[in-house]
């Protein structure tokens, strides 16, 4: 009896036979790109002379496997079980499995009771994750491979989803760090993603078998698992079988199933196709060809004049554009006409391709054209900006909407899907009056496409060119890249076709910008003079399905992939002086080095890039303040994030009789630390703060972590407890809390549930050693319930504590918390009257207590006070009163946000930004008010989401942006 | 948080208006609506269901809400938009159950969202449990709420009975013909004394399902707990219990009679920590009382009846969750959920799904946070967490749910009947 075991992942097609001895006598691997029946068939037919008069039992597995294996009616078997199976008969010594695959990730604890585990539905760091990231450098997997292995630093990347990565990979390839370092940090985030995502808590130890195609083939990523997980060669598993091992346990499993077949019954069942209708399947986007040709000629009308670069003769003006993934540059006229331009992917390196480039322009303009002024915009901005000299560095919003006026002096709207951002401006009487970006969590934008097309084998052109007359486009929803994915692999799965797919992703582009950036109700809401540009708008997929979705007809420039560098030259030609630019001699000569360090200036030990170009040009990246720059020190404006934190942190334990108790500092301790500690303190207890956090203290309790959809502050709670639990308290205080202080602007007084009850899951996921967790329920809000429930809770623990100990003790608690607040009040009224007295820009972040933490922040506020910005938190303005609200304000943390929003509406040169943790599903309800009351007062509204990820980069361009804004607003 | 800009439902609304309610309990609705007709409230439970639903929602909610608030309102505004109901004459009916979730948001996004849509006029009732004010259009009777109490207990006895029956029915559509004529005859006795007469009905419900028949081949029981919408609303989970029916498993769903038993519960417990509740509790510890009573009651004739596994009285579920998590959790499903998971457990069903909109917030504790803690206990509980979201793929889904299944009740043997004589591989 033969056993045939397909496994059809979502990249990859494997197959195995097994003969009757149960020896492996055929085995495949290769990619299906979404062909996936196409493919399974031509394996099977490559295979006829094994199995021709056999008889053969067969099981299917995998997840594209699945609907092959529904229609045909062949055995199917989940692919981790058969995964487990087939180890516990050829590698019964294993104590856990890794198996990555194309899109998901699985770990098998076998020791004890087994225990599997998949990735959850965002988590996609995986083989598909590492071919996103090689293709962001311009490699294959197999080169980012070669490359890892060379490295000599690694960056923190963040591990949990591909998108979340790519957020961070961005910025330090625009920065300039070595690509080498770049790779084994991809590396690296796998592995921790695969730590934090799915061991949860369960240590990885003993011996350790790797499964999968990426840990068959990639060298790297196993030195990283090794490396991180500190095992030896001894422990650490890679079966030469790695990639087919799958198969093998379907093969394995087939010999269980009842049905025999014969070859031509497996070829036959494999042959029938889905004859089912597609159930979410869009109109196509062109009905007919006449209707596309119309739309081409309309769309045709909005060219740009060129002019002849070779026999120009005069000043002209520089403009680059150095964006998330394409480079773009313009050379303009005096009368704005375009000389010369360029438009392409980075390839990683936007540093070469821009002095390949100024090498060429020079040669063309010879003695005849003069570059008299440049700008640049992006991403890249700083980054070139030093390395040759530009004139003019600009931020995004003001580049485009110099361009899109150009076009049309009355727009109104402006939409750019470029590489990795989705931009909005809207424009009032000539200035912008909003901008909305889209959130590092659903960039499904131009990038997203292209790696897409190369995935199933084609490239953006023509990718887009199969969308227009696909008969049922998919409906593949709006989330970000990693559900897409597996929106593809179901549409693959019922039999969806390539240009299907294209479509489906142009809408969902489209649905993605409008639904979740513009959150736009209507189409009256956007405006009547809309101008799309950005690379994506080339795409007529999404061009079209943007008109469609919106029911108007917009403005696409024929240069819709160049706004950005157009506007810079624009800029440029508007800002002439004596140009820094470059010389023609100089640019030959040009070299640059970059190298990876360690700031050694502060705690934050922020890993920065130095760049170093010829004429001893220097950039310094990654850095979080102006020090390790030199000269330029931090102004001293008010900043209320770093009162707060200062004075949270210079807490500190008093020894007394009772011994130490520990108290993380995380989630409602940072708006109860005073509190508690004055009370513990009272009650003769040396209360030890776990302190400031940082990445390590998250890397420390990450395995502990049972939800990864929670939020990063919650996260972070785990490695305080660690750190206190390793300083050798007795005790650690933690209480849960429904309710929080009463403040009179909200109808109720909660906390959040992840706030309220995560000592909950702190108790049920740690391991505390001989520490005891103290987490009772408490309530503040009532001293005198306060007194009694608490002397009955610690005299469970400390059985001599008398109750005039506990009342002087909270009494001096509730007085220390009351002036603690006054403190914060009296600094903001401080902060409110210097911003007022000196015309200060002023900025309110609004967040939770808990944003003050600098490893949750990420800086943002010394970014903000960089920038010459009085920053000012949400709890530090004085509450107004209890608002009638269109939403239901019953959160004490939240009331704070309107009760800010409120307050700042009616301050001049006053902006706020809303700092949301990503995961926090209450602030979907404020963020939408805490807009409508700012809009309310013809206020921008700016939010920022945080997460692990440290990109300032783009944080900076938005808190410019709103600059840019109010300076507008200002001149007006 | 003022009422008044909103519209009202007004008294004389109650003749000129249709109500809307969004699905949620198939069974119960059935005869929980006739029950609201009866009282004089034109309602009608939804059932759009495509994919305009999840667009109206995309739409008009935040896409960060959690995904039954999309859901909800996404199915209301879809049927309001449908030109099917005139907008001037039809309000909406949304339960709401308070406390520190976002989902006690709903009926405010809800109304955001009506605005935004031109439909502001739209008025919006709470169902909640102090609707007791006359002067308002929608109110509750003391006559009415014993009603709704007995429809309570009639669906969840009747969920209960058709999950024994439909995975095992010899005849396919068996135990739906059951159900159908017995929601039917339920709603025929609802004006008269027979809708009351509960013993009666109970031992002609059990000698109907136990009537049908039924293969005695061993299926696995899979329970469902999770958050409430997303554990019962066949939109919102991907229409679970057919899928584990399909599957060859017998899903196992405990009644909603428990969810609000918790939330009477909630109340006592908040007075005991809090102080807070003071007056409310009284009357909260009357009508769970008598929910208690008639739980208790369905009980015993299941039990006594002895061919279908009776479900546990909310008396003993509550305790369950003891020494795993405080009683203080009482956001969403709090410790409820933990306590089903247990129970479920007990009763001999290791294998659990547990449902959750994508990124629920106290799911984070009282779900996945108190996995490690149950499996420690129960090593052979096979739990597994589904997230729910509109672009969650089913096929996603239904991958993990089949590797529970795989390993459900010993699934892992599979393997050792393998006539394998090489242990190595050859290559």
């Known amino acids: ?246 198969a093998l346990g379907a093969a394995v499993y087939a010999d269980t199933c009842d049905k025999v077949y014969d070859y031509d019954e497996i070829l036959a069942l494999l042959s029938k196709e889905n004859t089912e209708n597609k159930i979410n399947s869009l109109p196509p986007l062109f009905a007919n060809r006449e209707e596309y040709d119309h739309f081409m000629a309309r769309h045709s009308m909005n060219d740009v004049p ?61 003695n005849r054209i003069r570059i008299v002024s440049s700008a640049v915009t992006g991403y890249g901005e700083e980054l070139l900006k030093n390395a040759f000299g530009i004139d003019h560095g600009i931020v995004e919003t003001v580049a485009h909407y110099t361009a899109a006026k150009h076009f049309n002096p009355n727009a109104d709207f402006i939409i750019d899907i470029g590489g990795q951002d989705i931009k909005c401006f809207q424009i009032r009487d000539g200035a912008v009056s909003s901008v909305m970006l889209n959130e590092a969590c659903s960039s499904g934008c131009g990038s997203f496409i292209e790696t897409f097309a190369k995935s199933l084998g084609y490239n953006a052109a023509d990718f887009a060119e199969i969308a227009n007359f696909a008969p049922n486009p998919v409906d593949l929803g709006t989330r970000c890249t990693v559900f897409m994915n597996s929106s593809v692999k179901q549409a693959q799965k019922n039999g969806a076709t390539v240009g299907d797919i294209s479509a489906g992703l142009a809408v969902s582009v489209v649905k993605n910008a409008i639904y979740k950036v513009i959150r736009a109700k209507n189409a009256d809401e956007l405006g009547d003079n809309i101008v799309v540009q950005g690379g994506t708008f080339l795409n007529n997929a999404v061009l079209r399905s943007f008109e469609r979705l919106i029911g108007k007809e917009v403005i696409r420039p024929g240069i819709a992939g160049l706004m950005g560098a157009y506007g810079a030259a624009l800029y440029a030609r508007s800002s002439k002086g004596d140009t820094t630019l470059i010389t023609a001699e100089e640019i030959s000569n040009f070299t640059h080095t970059s190298k990876a360090t360690r700031c050694g200036l502060c705690n934050n030990r922020c890993s920065l890039t130095i760049n170093e170009f010829s004429g001893g040009r220097k950039f310094i990246s990654g850095n979080r303040c102006e020090r390790p ?100 308290v007795k005790h650690i205080f933690y209480p849960c809390m429904s309710y929080n202080f009463d403040e009179g602007i909200s109808d109720k007084c909660f906390n959040c549930p992840v706030v309220a009850y995560y000592p909950e899951t702190i108790k049920g996921n740690m391991d505390l050693e001989d520490t005891t967790l103290i987490y009772p329920y408490i309530y503040l809000n009532d001293k005198k319930l306060f007194i009694k429930k608490i002397y009955k809770i610690l005299r469970e623990y400390f059985p001599d504590i008398t109750k005039k100990e506990i009342c002087y003790g909270a009494e001096c608690a509730y007085a220390k918390y009351a002036e603690y607040k006054e403190e914060i009040f009296a600094e903001g009224d401080r902060a409110i009257a210097f911003a007022k007295e000196t015309g200060a820009k002023t900025i309110v972040l609004a967040g939770r207590p808990y944003h003050t933490d600098g490893e949750i922040n990420h800086g943002i506020d010394r970014l903000a006070s960089s920038l010459g910005f009085v920053v000012i938190s949400e709890d530090a303005i004085r509450p107004i009163d209890r608002p009638d609200l269109a939403v239901l304000n019953q959160w004490t943390y939240h009331a704070r946000m309107y009760n800010a929003a409120r307050f700042i509406a009616d301050m001049d040169n006053a902006e706020l930004i809303q700092l949301v943790s990503f995961g926090c599903g209450i602030d979907a309800v404020t963020g939408d008010e805490v807009r409508d009351i700012l809009r309310g007062k013809g206020k921008l509204y700016t939010q920022i989401k945080i997460d692990e990820i440290n990109n300032l980069g783009a944080v900076k361009i938005r808190i410019r942006s709103l600059e840019a804004a109010m300076n507008d607003k200002m001149r007006r | 948080m003022s009422e008044s800009r909103f519209p009202e439902f007004t008294l004389e609304m109650r003749k000129t208006h249709k109500i809307l309610a969004p699905t949620m309990l198939p069974i119960h609705f059935d005869i929980i609506a006739p029950i609201f007709r009866s009282y004089g409230y034109d309602i009608e439970v939804l059932e759009n269901y495509d994919s305009d639903v999840i667009n109206e929602g995309l739409r008009n909610v935040h896409n960060d809400i959690c995904y039954p608030a999309m859901l909800v309102i996404g199915q209301m505004i879809d049927a309001l938009k449908s030109g099917k109901y005139d907008t001037d004459h039809t309000a909406l009916m949304i339960t709401q159950t308070g406390g520190g979730c976002r989902a006690s948001n709903y009926i405010f996004l809800l109304r955001k969202a009506l605005e935004n849509c031109g439909l502001g006029h739209v008025p919006v009732i709470s169902l909640n449990m102090t609707a007791f004010d006359k002067k308002s259009g929608f109110a509750f009777t003391v006559p009415m709420l014993i009603k709704l109490v007995f429809a309570l207990t009639y669906g969840d006895m009747l969920m209960c009975l058709y999950n024994q029956c439909l995975p095992y029915e010899q005849n396919k559509g068996d135990s739906k013909k059951i159900l159908d004529r017995w929601i039917e005859k339920l709603v025929g006795q609802m004006d008269g004394k027979g809708f009351v007469r509960v013993k009666k009905n109970y031992k002609a419900i059990l000698r109907d399902f136990a009537a049908i028949p039924r293969t005695d081949v061993k299926k ?85 009846h002895g061919v279908f596994n009776a479900p546990t009285s909310f008396v003993e579920l509550k305790n369950m969750s003891e020494g795993y998590i405080g009683k203080g959790t009482k956001m969403g499903e709090g410790w409820l959920l933990t306590a089903e998971m247990l129970e479920l457990i007990h009763s001999g069903v290791n294998n659990i799904v547990c449902t959750q909109p994508f990124g629920c917030l106290p799911n984070h504790i009282i779900a996945k946070g108190m996995m490690k803690k149950i499996k420690e206990h129960h090593p052979d509980a096979n739990i597994v967490a589904i997230d729910y979201d509109p672009s969650a793929t089913k096929i996603n889904q239904e991958n993990r749910l089949k590797l529970m299944l795989a390993n459900a009740d010993g699934g892992r043997k599979v393997f050792n009947k393998t006539n394998s004589n090489k242990e190595k591989i050859s290559v």
């Open chain 1, 1 to 246: 009896m033969y056993k045939l075991g397909i496994d059809i992942g979502s990249t990859t097609l494997k197959i195995v036979v097994m003969d009757g001895d149960d020896n492996i006598i055929y085995k495949s691997y290769e990619r299906h790109l979404s062909k996936v029946r196409e493919l399974c068939l031509k394996k099977i037919n490559q295979i006829k002379d094994i199995l021709a008069d056999k008889e053969v039992k067969v099981a299917i597995t995998g997840s594209a496997g699945l609907g092959v294996a529904q229609l045909s009616g062949i055995d199917f078997v989940q692919e981790v079980f058969a995964t487990t199976g087939a180890v516990g008969r050829y590698y019964p010594m294993t104590d856990v499995v890794i198996e990555l695959g194309g899109e998901d990730a699985k770990i098998v604890f076998l020791k004890g009771t087994v225990e599997e585990r998949m990735n959850s539905t965002c988590a996609g760091g995986t083989g598909a994750f590492i071919d996103q990231m090689a293709s962001l450098l311009n490699v294959t997997a197999d080169e980012l491979d070669e490359l890892g292995l060379k490295h000599n630093a690694i960056y923190p990347i963040a591990s949990r989803c591909g998108v979340f990565a790519k957020t961070d990979i961005q910025p330090l390839i625009n920065q300039g760090a070595q690509k080498e370092n770049i790779a084994a940090s991809v590396f690296q985030a796998v592995v921790d993603q695969t730590i934090a995502g799915l061991a949860q808590g369960t240590p990885i130890r003993g011996n350790v078998l790797f499964l999968g195609g990426p840990l068959a083939f990639l060298k790297c990523l196993r030195q990283r698992f090794m490396a991180t997980l500190g095992l030896d060669e001894e422990h650490a598993h890679f079966p030469d079988i790695a990639e087919y091992f799958v």
């Open chain 1, 306 to 366: 060129g002019e002849d670069i070779s026999l120009y003769r005069g000043d002209a003006y520089l403009g680059i554009d150095a964006g998330s993934t394409t480079t773009k540059l313009c050379l303009i006229s005096e009368e704005k006409k375009i000389l010369y331009s360029f438009y392409r992917s980075n390839l990683g390196s936007p540093i070469d391709i821009i002095k390949a480039e100024l090498k060429k322009i020079y040669e063309l303009c010879g």
């Open chain 1, 629 to 728: 720059l030199g000269g330029g020190k931090a102004k001293d404006l008010p900043n209320l994030y770093k009162f707060k934190s200062d004075k949270l942190l210079s807490y500190k334990g008093v020894e007394g009789k009772r011994g130490k108790i520990g108290i993380p500092l995380v989630l409602n301790m940072y708006e109860n630390l005073p509190f508690w500690h004055e009370f513990f303190t009272k009650l003769g207890f040396e209360v030890v703060i776990s302190g400031a956090s940082g990445r390590d203290v998250y890397a420390k309790g990450q395995h502990t972590i049972p939800s990864d959809t929670v939020c990063y502050p919650a996260k972070l709670t785990h490695g305080h407890i660690l750190t206190l639990v390793e300083s050798g």
């Open chain 2, 220 to 304: 696995p029981r899979v329970g469902i707990v999770g958050e409430i919408y997303m554990k019962y609303s066949p939109l919102g989970n991907n229409r679970l219990e057919e899928f584990l029916v399909n599957e060859g498993a017998e899903p196992v769903v405990s009644g909603v009679a428990d969810f609000m038993l918790y939330c009477f519960e909630n109340i006592s417990v908040d007075y005991k920590l809090y102080g807070n509740n003071r007056f409310a509790r009284f009357p909260a510890k009357i009508l769970s009382s008598y929910m208690i009573m008639r739980q208790k009651q369905m009980i015993k004739a299941i039990g006594k």
